[in-house]
Protein backbone atom coordinates (compact mmCIF):
# COMPACT_ATOMS: atom_id res chain seq x y z
CA UNK A 1 0.00 0.00 0.00
CA UNK A 2 1.36 3.70 -0.23
CA UNK A 3 1.81 4.47 3.03
CA UNK A 4 1.12 8.13 3.69
CA UNK A 5 4.25 9.59 4.70
CA UNK A 6 3.72 13.63 4.43
CA UNK A 7 4.02 15.30 7.64
CA UNK A 8 2.21 18.23 6.65
CA UNK A 9 -1.04 15.88 5.22
CA UNK A 10 -0.91 13.94 8.95
CA UNK A 11 -0.55 17.08 10.63
CA UNK A 12 -4.43 17.61 10.83
CA UNK A 13 -4.12 14.06 12.44
CA UNK A 14 -1.72 14.23 14.94
CA UNK A 15 -3.66 17.68 15.80
CA UNK A 16 -6.30 15.06 17.24
CA UNK A 17 -4.31 12.53 18.29
CA UNK A 18 -4.47 12.85 21.77
CA UNK A 19 -8.08 12.88 21.68
CA UNK A 20 -7.91 9.45 19.55
CA UNK A 21 -6.22 8.30 22.59
CA UNK A 22 -8.47 9.67 24.92
CA UNK A 23 -11.70 8.27 23.53
CA UNK A 24 -10.14 4.99 22.64
CA UNK A 25 -9.18 4.62 26.72
CA UNK A 26 -12.84 5.71 27.32
CA UNK A 27 -14.36 3.15 25.32
CA UNK A 28 -16.00 0.15 27.58
CA UNK A 29 -16.46 -3.48 25.88
CA UNK A 30 -19.61 -4.84 24.86
CA UNK A 31 -21.52 -6.09 22.16
CA UNK A 32 -21.25 -3.66 18.94
CA UNK A 33 -19.61 -4.59 15.58
CA UNK A 34 -19.67 -3.89 11.77
CA UNK A 35 -21.31 -6.76 11.13
CA UNK A 36 -24.63 -8.26 11.50
CA UNK A 37 -24.26 -11.70 12.29
CA UNK A 38 -21.24 -14.26 12.60
CA UNK A 39 -21.10 -14.74 9.39
CA UNK A 40 -20.44 -11.32 7.75
CA UNK A 41 -17.50 -9.66 8.12
CA UNK A 42 -17.25 -5.99 7.41
CA UNK A 43 -13.50 -3.83 7.01
CA UNK A 44 -12.33 -0.89 6.30
CA UNK A 45 -8.98 0.68 5.29
CA UNK A 46 -7.94 4.41 3.53
CA UNK A 47 -6.39 3.85 0.12
CA UNK A 48 -6.11 5.63 -4.03
CA UNK A 49 -8.80 4.66 -6.18
CA UNK A 50 -6.31 2.04 -7.98
CA UNK A 51 -5.63 0.94 -4.32
CA UNK A 52 -9.49 0.49 -3.44
CA UNK A 53 -10.49 -1.16 -6.23
CA UNK A 54 -7.89 -4.18 -6.06
CA UNK A 55 -9.17 -4.60 -2.52
CA UNK A 56 -13.10 -5.15 -4.23
CA UNK A 57 -11.16 -7.68 -6.55
CA UNK A 58 -9.56 -9.38 -3.13
CA UNK A 59 -13.01 -9.28 -1.72
CA UNK A 60 -14.70 -10.99 -4.18
CA UNK A 61 -11.91 -13.75 -4.70
CA UNK A 62 -12.39 -14.51 -1.25
CA UNK A 63 -16.18 -14.95 -0.96
CA UNK A 64 -15.77 -16.73 -4.44
CA UNK A 65 -13.60 -19.36 -1.88
CA UNK A 66 -15.67 -18.51 0.97
CA UNK A 67 -19.63 -18.77 0.15
CA UNK A 68 -20.66 -19.40 3.50
CA UNK A 69 -19.13 -15.41 4.42
CA UNK A 70 -19.97 -12.09 3.26
CA UNK A 71 -17.99 -9.35 2.81
CA UNK A 72 -18.41 -5.99 3.34
CA UNK A 73 -16.31 -3.06 2.41
CA UNK A 74 -15.97 0.46 4.15
CA UNK A 75 -13.57 2.26 2.27
CA UNK A 76 -12.11 6.03 3.13
CA UNK A 77 -10.12 7.38 0.22
CA UNK A 78 -8.93 10.20 2.63
CA UNK A 79 -5.91 9.32 5.49
CA UNK A 80 -6.65 12.34 7.23
CA UNK A 81 -10.44 11.26 7.79
CA UNK A 82 -9.90 7.51 8.77
CA UNK A 83 -8.73 7.10 12.22
CA UNK A 84 -11.03 9.72 13.85
CA UNK A 85 -13.72 7.78 11.81
CA UNK A 86 -12.52 4.42 13.47
CA UNK A 87 -12.40 6.40 16.75
CA UNK A 88 -16.10 7.48 16.35
CA UNK A 89 -16.78 3.48 14.92
CA UNK A 90 -14.84 2.11 18.11
CA UNK A 91 -16.21 4.69 20.81
CA UNK A 92 -19.42 3.86 19.79
CA UNK A 93 -19.30 -0.09 19.36
CA UNK A 94 -19.99 0.15 15.34
CA UNK A 95 -16.28 -0.11 14.10
CA UNK A 96 -15.75 -2.73 11.22
CA UNK A 97 -14.68 -6.39 12.72
CA UNK A 98 -10.96 -5.72 10.29
CA UNK A 99 -9.28 -2.85 10.00
CA UNK A 100 -6.08 -0.98 8.62
CA UNK A 101 -4.45 0.94 11.01
CA UNK A 102 -1.14 3.66 10.17
CA UNK A 103 1.99 3.21 11.53
CA UNK A 104 1.73 6.60 13.19
CA UNK A 105 -1.18 5.24 15.16
CA UNK A 106 -0.52 1.78 15.59
CA UNK A 107 0.82 2.07 19.93
CA UNK A 108 -2.09 3.90 20.58
CA UNK A 109 -4.61 1.45 19.18
CA UNK A 110 -2.69 -1.21 20.94
CA UNK A 111 -2.46 0.09 24.27
CA UNK A 112 -6.47 0.73 24.23
CA UNK A 113 -7.14 -2.69 24.53
CA UNK A 114 -9.61 -2.27 21.72
CA UNK A 115 -7.41 -4.99 19.39
CA UNK A 116 -7.79 -8.32 19.49
CA UNK A 117 -4.91 -10.48 20.54
CA UNK A 118 -3.90 -12.38 17.95
CA UNK A 119 -0.85 -15.25 19.18
CA UNK A 120 -3.38 -17.97 19.88
CA UNK A 121 -5.50 -17.58 16.73
CA UNK A 122 -1.92 -17.28 14.42
CA UNK A 123 -0.68 -20.80 16.05
CA UNK A 124 -4.37 -22.47 15.14
CA UNK A 125 -4.67 -25.11 12.16
CA UNK A 126 -6.97 -21.97 10.52
CA UNK A 127 -4.14 -19.73 10.48
CA UNK A 128 -2.35 -18.98 7.24
CA UNK A 129 -0.07 -16.53 8.67
CA UNK A 130 2.24 -17.20 12.00
CA UNK A 131 4.45 -14.64 13.43
CA UNK A 132 7.47 -16.37 12.13
CA UNK A 133 6.75 -15.92 8.32
CA UNK A 134 6.91 -11.89 8.86
CA UNK A 135 9.95 -10.23 8.42
CA UNK A 136 10.90 -9.28 12.12
CA UNK A 137 11.38 -5.62 11.84
CA UNK A 138 7.54 -4.72 10.99
CA UNK A 139 5.78 -5.57 13.46
CA UNK A 140 7.07 -2.37 15.45
CA UNK A 141 4.41 -1.17 17.99
CA UNK A 142 1.99 -4.01 16.87
CA UNK A 143 3.53 -6.08 19.86
CA UNK A 144 3.32 -5.50 23.52
CA UNK A 145 4.50 -7.71 25.93
CA UNK A 146 5.47 -10.47 23.32
CA UNK A 147 1.41 -10.42 22.24
CA UNK A 148 0.91 -9.49 18.71
CA UNK A 149 -2.11 -7.10 18.23
CA UNK A 150 -2.03 -6.48 14.76
CA UNK A 151 0.40 -7.49 11.41
CA UNK A 152 1.57 -5.84 8.54
CA UNK A 153 -0.27 -5.26 5.55
CA UNK A 154 3.04 -5.04 3.15
CA UNK A 155 5.85 -2.70 3.72
CA UNK A 156 7.72 0.21 1.95
CA UNK A 157 11.20 0.53 2.52
CA UNK A 158 12.40 4.21 1.51
CA UNK A 159 14.66 3.50 -1.10
CA UNK A 160 17.16 6.08 -2.82
CA UNK A 161 15.53 6.12 -6.17
CA UNK A 162 18.18 8.21 -8.62
CA UNK A 163 17.33 9.97 -11.77
CA UNK A 164 20.05 9.09 -14.44
CA UNK A 165 19.43 12.03 -16.58
CA UNK A 166 19.56 14.30 -13.54
CA UNK A 167 23.14 12.88 -12.53
CA UNK A 168 24.30 12.92 -15.86
CA UNK A 169 23.49 16.82 -16.50
CA UNK A 170 25.63 17.27 -12.81
CA UNK A 171 28.53 15.72 -14.73
CA UNK A 172 28.28 12.75 -12.66
CA UNK A 173 29.42 9.43 -14.35
CA UNK A 174 29.45 7.02 -11.47
CA UNK A 175 26.04 4.91 -10.89
CA UNK A 176 25.03 4.77 -7.45
CA UNK A 177 23.28 0.93 -8.31
CA UNK A 178 26.58 -0.10 -9.33
CA UNK A 179 28.91 2.14 -6.20
CA UNK A 180 26.30 -0.24 -3.90
CA UNK A 181 27.44 -3.48 -5.28
CA UNK A 182 30.86 -3.34 -5.29
CA UNK A 183 30.82 -2.00 -1.19
CA UNK A 184 31.01 1.50 -2.17
CA UNK A 185 28.09 3.58 -1.94
CA UNK A 186 29.61 5.68 0.79
CA UNK A 187 27.77 8.91 2.20
CA UNK A 188 31.21 10.84 1.11
CA UNK A 189 30.22 9.58 -2.44
CA UNK A 190 26.52 10.35 -1.81
CA UNK A 191 26.95 14.29 -0.02
CA UNK A 192 29.67 14.65 -3.35
CA UNK A 193 27.00 14.31 -5.92
CA UNK A 194 24.67 16.40 -4.06
CA UNK A 195 26.98 19.17 -4.04
CA UNK A 196 27.75 18.60 -8.07
CA UNK A 197 23.81 18.41 -8.69
CA UNK A 198 23.33 21.77 -6.50
CA UNK A 199 26.40 23.26 -8.74
CA UNK A 200 23.97 22.18 -11.56
CA UNK A 201 21.46 24.09 -10.35
CA UNK A 202 19.23 21.29 -9.35
CA UNK A 203 17.99 19.50 -6.46
CA UNK A 204 19.92 16.76 -4.74
CA UNK A 205 17.55 14.86 -2.63
CA UNK A 206 14.00 15.40 -1.71
CA UNK A 207 13.23 13.73 1.21
CA UNK A 208 9.68 13.16 3.23
CA UNK A 209 9.72 15.34 6.63
CA UNK A 210 8.82 12.27 9.43
CA UNK A 211 10.41 9.70 11.40
CA UNK A 212 12.14 7.15 8.59
CA UNK A 213 14.18 10.68 7.39
CA UNK A 214 15.60 11.30 10.19
CA UNK A 215 15.99 8.03 11.75
CA UNK A 216 17.10 6.44 8.95
CA UNK A 217 20.11 8.98 8.54
CA UNK A 218 21.13 8.10 11.71
CA UNK A 219 21.06 4.26 11.54
CA UNK A 220 22.70 4.43 8.14
CA UNK A 221 25.41 7.06 9.70
CA UNK A 222 26.44 4.54 12.40
CA UNK A 223 24.80 6.45 15.21
CA UNK A 224 22.94 4.29 17.83
CA UNK A 225 19.26 3.79 18.33
CA UNK A 226 18.18 7.78 19.57
CA UNK A 227 15.92 5.84 22.41
CA UNK A 228 17.22 3.66 24.89
CA UNK A 229 15.52 0.61 26.34
CA UNK A 230 13.78 2.65 28.52
CA UNK A 231 12.37 4.48 26.65
CA UNK A 232 14.08 7.61 27.09
CA UNK A 233 15.43 9.82 24.24
CA UNK A 234 19.20 9.98 24.13
CA UNK A 235 20.70 10.76 20.66
CA UNK A 236 20.72 14.69 21.94
CA UNK A 237 23.92 12.76 24.42
CA UNK A 238 25.49 10.98 21.84
CA UNK A 239 28.44 12.74 20.11
CA UNK A 240 28.13 10.77 16.39
CA UNK A 241 23.94 11.23 16.24
CA UNK A 242 24.82 15.32 17.02
CA UNK A 243 27.05 15.02 14.32
CA UNK A 244 25.15 13.22 11.82
CA UNK A 245 22.01 15.39 12.23
CA UNK A 246 24.21 17.99 11.94
CA UNK A 247 25.14 17.10 8.57
CA UNK A 248 21.80 16.30 7.82
CA UNK A 249 20.85 20.20 8.51
CA UNK A 250 23.98 21.28 7.02
CA UNK A 251 22.65 20.09 3.54
CA UNK A 252 18.96 21.14 4.30
CA UNK A 253 19.80 24.63 4.93
CA UNK A 254 22.17 25.36 1.56
CA UNK A 255 19.18 23.64 -0.68
CA UNK A 256 21.51 20.58 -1.36
CA UNK A 257 18.45 18.84 0.26
CA UNK A 258 14.65 19.68 -0.09
CA UNK A 259 11.90 18.78 2.42
CA UNK A 260 9.48 17.21 -0.17
CA UNK A 261 6.75 18.78 2.28
CA UNK A 262 7.13 21.59 1.58
CA UNK A 263 6.99 22.36 -2.15
CA UNK A 264 4.31 24.31 -3.64
CA UNK A 265 0.94 22.76 -5.10
CA UNK A 266 2.02 22.50 -8.93
CA UNK A 267 5.74 22.03 -8.61
CA UNK A 268 5.65 19.27 -5.79
CA UNK A 269 8.17 16.75 -5.29
CA UNK A 270 6.67 14.23 -8.00
CA UNK A 271 6.78 17.04 -10.84
CA UNK A 272 10.19 17.96 -10.08
CA UNK A 273 11.85 14.57 -9.73
CA UNK A 274 9.98 13.29 -13.56
CA UNK A 275 11.39 16.47 -15.31
CA UNK A 276 15.04 15.62 -13.58
CA UNK A 277 15.42 18.56 -11.49
CA UNK A 278 16.39 16.61 -8.64
CA UNK A 279 19.22 13.76 -8.73
CA UNK A 280 17.65 11.50 -5.47
CA UNK A 281 14.13 10.99 -4.27
CA UNK A 282 13.06 9.19 -1.13
CA UNK A 283 10.24 7.31 -1.44
CA UNK A 284 9.12 3.43 -1.43
CA UNK A 285 8.21 0.74 -4.52
CA UNK A 286 5.06 2.87 -5.20
CA UNK A 287 7.40 5.50 -7.42
CA UNK A 288 7.23 3.22 -9.77
CA UNK A 289 3.82 4.48 -11.20
CA UNK A 290 4.88 8.17 -10.69
CA UNK A 291 7.81 7.48 -13.33
CA UNK A 292 5.84 4.64 -15.37
CA UNK A 293 2.68 7.14 -15.77
CA UNK A 294 5.33 10.29 -16.88
CA UNK A 295 6.73 8.23 -19.55
CA UNK A 296 10.25 8.47 -18.17
CA UNK A 297 11.07 5.22 -16.20
CA UNK A 298 13.74 4.05 -18.65
CA UNK A 299 15.90 6.93 -16.63
CA UNK A 300 15.62 6.07 -13.41
CA UNK A 301 16.76 3.63 -10.54
CA UNK A 302 17.21 2.40 -6.68
CA UNK A 303 19.86 2.37 -4.40
CA UNK A 304 19.97 1.97 -0.52
CA UNK A 305 20.96 4.32 2.14
CA UNK A 306 25.22 5.29 1.76
CA UNK A 307 26.89 4.65 4.53
CA UNK A 308 30.35 5.72 6.03
CA UNK A 309 32.02 2.71 4.97
CA UNK A 310 29.86 1.74 2.66
CA UNK A 311 28.29 -1.42 3.64
CA UNK A 312 24.37 -1.87 4.41
CA UNK A 313 22.63 -0.80 7.28
CA UNK A 314 19.00 -1.21 8.49
CA UNK A 315 16.52 1.81 7.52
CA UNK A 316 13.28 3.13 7.96
CA UNK A 317 10.37 0.38 6.61
CA UNK A 318 6.40 2.40 6.19
CA UNK A 319 4.22 -0.24 6.93
CA UNK A 320 0.55 -0.11 8.21
CA UNK A 321 -1.47 -2.59 9.88
CA UNK A 322 -4.28 -5.28 9.81
CA UNK A 323 -6.04 -5.50 12.88
CA UNK A 324 -9.20 -7.27 14.66
CA UNK A 325 -11.79 -5.52 16.22
CA UNK A 326 -11.76 -7.02 19.89
CA UNK A 327 -15.42 -6.82 20.23
CA UNK A 328 -16.28 -8.43 16.73
CA UNK A 329 -19.25 -10.87 16.78
CA UNK A 330 -17.72 -12.66 13.76
CA UNK A 331 -14.37 -13.74 15.63
CA UNK A 332 -14.03 -16.96 13.06
CA UNK A 333 -15.22 -15.15 9.91
CA UNK A 334 -12.89 -12.02 10.76
CA UNK A 335 -9.88 -14.06 11.48
CA UNK A 336 -10.08 -16.09 7.94
CA UNK A 337 -10.43 -12.92 6.21
CA UNK A 338 -7.40 -11.64 8.22
CA UNK A 339 -5.30 -14.55 7.84
CA UNK A 340 -5.97 -14.61 4.23
CA UNK A 341 -5.41 -11.39 3.02
CA UNK A 342 -1.97 -11.09 4.92
CA UNK A 343 -0.81 -14.54 3.31
CA UNK A 344 1.48 -14.51 1.17
CA UNK A 345 -0.86 -15.76 -1.55
CA UNK A 346 -3.30 -13.09 -0.14
CA UNK A 347 -0.36 -10.74 -0.78
CA UNK A 348 0.40 -11.63 -3.76
CA UNK A 349 -3.18 -10.96 -5.07
CA UNK A 350 -3.32 -7.59 -4.08
CA UNK A 351 0.32 -6.62 -4.98
CA UNK A 352 1.17 -8.14 -8.49
CA UNK A 353 0.66 -6.80 -12.05
CA UNK A 354 2.48 -3.23 -10.94
CA UNK A 355 1.39 -3.26 -7.25
CA UNK A 356 3.08 -0.45 -5.17
CA UNK A 357 4.69 -2.14 -2.43
CA UNK A 358 6.72 -4.57 -0.88
CA UNK A 359 5.53 -7.84 1.08
CA UNK A 360 5.68 -8.35 4.18
CA UNK A 361 5.28 -11.89 5.10
CA UNK A 362 7.73 -14.75 3.25
CA UNK A 363 7.10 -16.58 -0.14
CA UNK A 364 5.81 -13.17 -1.97
CA UNK A 365 8.93 -11.94 -3.31
CA UNK A 366 7.59 -12.88 -6.94
CA UNK A 367 6.00 -9.44 -7.25
CA UNK A 368 8.32 -7.20 -6.79
CA UNK A 369 10.99 -9.03 -9.18
CA UNK A 370 8.53 -9.19 -11.95
CA UNK A 371 9.03 -7.24 -14.87
CA UNK A 372 12.55 -6.63 -13.52
CA UNK A 373 11.74 -3.20 -13.13
CA UNK A 374 13.55 -0.73 -11.50
CA UNK A 375 17.20 -2.87 -12.46
CA UNK A 376 18.28 -3.48 -8.91
CA UNK A 377 14.71 -3.87 -7.43
CA UNK A 378 16.18 -6.88 -5.46
CA UNK A 379 17.25 -3.60 -3.46
CA UNK A 380 13.43 -2.84 -2.06
CA UNK A 381 13.88 -6.71 -0.77
CA UNK A 382 16.81 -6.54 0.55
CA UNK A 383 16.11 -3.42 2.31
CA UNK A 384 13.09 -4.71 3.79
CA UNK A 385 15.04 -7.34 5.12
CA UNK A 386 16.66 -5.58 7.67
CA UNK A 387 14.82 -2.49 7.99
CA UNK A 388 13.09 -1.57 10.94
CA UNK A 389 9.65 0.30 11.68
CA UNK A 390 9.21 3.41 13.53
CA UNK A 391 10.64 3.11 17.66
CA UNK A 392 7.79 2.20 19.55
CA UNK A 393 8.79 4.49 22.62
CA UNK A 394 7.79 7.44 19.76
CA UNK A 395 4.96 5.53 18.52
CA UNK A 396 2.92 5.02 21.16
CA UNK A 397 2.26 8.21 22.66
CA UNK A 398 -0.07 10.07 20.95
CA UNK A 399 0.93 13.25 18.66
CA UNK A 400 4.96 12.66 19.23
CA UNK A 401 6.17 11.39 15.66
CA UNK A 402 4.50 14.06 13.85
CA UNK A 403 5.58 16.89 17.07
CA UNK A 404 9.32 15.58 16.09
CA UNK A 405 9.14 16.13 12.61
CA UNK A 406 7.59 19.81 13.42
CA UNK A 407 10.77 20.04 15.61
CA UNK A 408 13.47 19.34 12.62
CA UNK A 409 12.06 20.95 10.12
CA UNK A 410 12.77 24.05 12.39
CA UNK A 411 16.62 22.36 11.76
CA UNK A 412 16.10 22.05 7.90
CA UNK A 413 14.61 25.66 7.91
CA UNK A 414 17.61 27.01 9.78
CA UNK A 415 15.85 28.50 12.71
CA UNK A 416 17.93 25.75 15.01
CA UNK A 417 20.95 23.80 15.15
CA UNK A 418 21.30 19.90 15.43
CA UNK A 419 22.24 19.95 19.60
CA UNK A 420 19.32 22.55 20.28
CA UNK A 421 17.08 20.56 17.85
CA UNK A 422 18.31 16.99 19.65
CA UNK A 423 17.68 18.86 22.76
CA UNK A 424 13.76 20.13 22.73
CA UNK A 425 12.82 16.48 21.15
CA UNK A 426 14.73 14.80 24.43
CA UNK A 427 12.37 17.37 26.54
CA UNK A 428 9.58 16.83 24.82
CA UNK A 429 9.98 12.53 24.81
CA UNK A 430 10.14 13.20 28.60
CA UNK A 431 7.04 15.28 29.07
CA UNK A 432 5.17 13.50 26.69
CA UNK A 433 5.99 10.42 28.18
CA UNK A 434 4.96 11.08 31.51
CA UNK A 435 1.22 12.72 30.78
Known sequence: MHVLKSVTKIAGIGAVAVVVAAGLGACSGGGGSGGSDANTVVWSTWGSADELTRYKEFNEDFMKRHPDITVKFQPVADYEDYHSKLLAQLTSNTAPDVFYVGDDK??????????MPLDDLMASSASETKPDDFFPGLFGAAVLDDEHYAAPNDSNPDVMWFDKAALKAAGIT????????????????????NDKLKDAGLTGTLFWNYWATHWSWLSSQGAPEPYDASGAFTANTDPASVEAIATLGDYFQDGRFVVADTLPDGAGADSQFVTHKAGFFVQGRYTIGTVTSAGVEDEYDIVRWPTP???????????SYLAINNQTTAKDAAFTFWTEFLSAEGQTFRLQGGGNAVPSIQGADEVVLE????AHAQTFLDMRDIGFTNYAAESQVPGLPTDIADIFLKLYQGKQDAQATLDEIAALVAKKSAE
Open 371 to 374: GDYP
Open 309 to 319: DGKESPTGVAV
Open 174 to 193: ENPADLAAAGEWTTDKFLEM
Open 106 to 115: IGQFVASKRL
